[in-house]
């Protein structure tokens, strides 16, 4: 049986990565659409292999470009942040939600609002919006299949099982490339050692945030929302060998781990077949080569995200929201080389105290507190 898909943020890690899964399955899928933000030829280039129903780019400037390279292939081509929307809300069995940052929000909530199946990346999005995302799948009666691997593991975890027995979950941490830096190496970092990942190749935003942990940080008020089973149950492991994904601790003293290569194709395999499976690609885990497995307390003195995060999560309301676009300010002004990489925790800690909008009910709200969080982040920049 063939299932229509849509991918949102195409021509990045995630999109790559589930379209080299949907290559290998020729006949399963259809693609309805697929988008990107301003890369024209490689989004035409997925376009017209995988026969798309539209392709858009968020990026109303290179929409010249993208139907130039459509041309004549019947391949409708779109561009801007409605086309987007519009895309997205297009009916598909499941849509891929792969955009970075909470830009991709919007897109997100259209495709939530079908009432069908999203596989969620974008973190930023889920951890901006809240409740009043968890509101609309609950409202659209929508399935919400986490793709990011901590989750995925959790999800697995705790299929089967009564969240209500549920004594810990524990998120599992690579810790990123700078787990062993000393303070004074740590203000020193440039974005060239940030976004040299250790154990997975992933976008550049993602990659930072790995290393300063508000990646791990993000995922705690993601878990929190997507099992809500309590801030107090949610705890953070550092496991450098990244082979445990996540786990669940139930109240008998159980634990159940998922473990697997560290390859996002396992997850977004994971969401593409469920409640089935599928054959990936990834090279099978051998346990016995890898030797040893090691578990650490993360350091909060060293990495302050994951304390910024919980307090967040915490405070609820917009301040996760304000967190996240604060973060990602910080990231591109690092990524740019205009802050030293410790900056940035200081950053967001500055704007959590001095910003606290009121808490979100509608999406305009959501999208309303991010645009002021960002030029508020950006002012801070400046002042600097
Ligand atoms: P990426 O930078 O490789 O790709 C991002 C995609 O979003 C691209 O297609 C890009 O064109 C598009 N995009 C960027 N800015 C946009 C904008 N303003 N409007 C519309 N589209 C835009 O990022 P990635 O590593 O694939 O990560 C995507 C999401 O998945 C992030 O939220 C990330 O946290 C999450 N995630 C990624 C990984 C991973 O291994 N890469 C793992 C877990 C979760
Ligand atoms: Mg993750």
Known sequence: MTRTISILG????????????????????RVVALTANG????????????????????????LPALREAL?????EAAGGAAALVEAAARPADLTVAAIVGCAGLAPTMAAIEQGRTVALANKEALVSAGDVMTAAVARHGTTLLPVDSEHNAIFQCLAGNDPAHVR????????GPFRDWGAEQLTAATPAQAVKHPNWDMGAKISVDSATMFNKGLELIEAHHLFPVGLDKLAIVVHPQSVVHSMV?????????????SDMRVPIASCLAWPQRMDTPCEPLNLAALGELSFRAPDEARFPATRLCRQAA??????PAVLNA???????AFLAGQIPFTRIAVMVETMMTRYSPSAPAVLADVIGIDAEARAHARELLELA
């Open 10 to 29: 195409a021509t990045g890690s995630i999109g790559a990565s589930t379209l080299d899964l949907i290559r290998r399955e020729p006949g399963k899928w």
């Open 39 to 62: 890369n024209a030829a490689d989004l035409a280039r997925l376009a017209r292999e995988f026969s798309a129903e539209v392709a858009v780019v968020a990026d109303e400037a290179s």
């Open 71 to 75: 041309g004549g292939s019947g391949i």
């Open 168 to 175: 810990k979950i524990t998120l599992t941490a690579s810790g």
């Open 249 to 261: 601790e139930y109240r008998d003293g159980s634990t159940l781990a998922q473990l697997g290569p």
């Open 314 to 319: 915490e405070a609820g309301g917009a301040a």
């Open 326 to 332: 604060a973060n990602e300010v910080a990231v591109a």
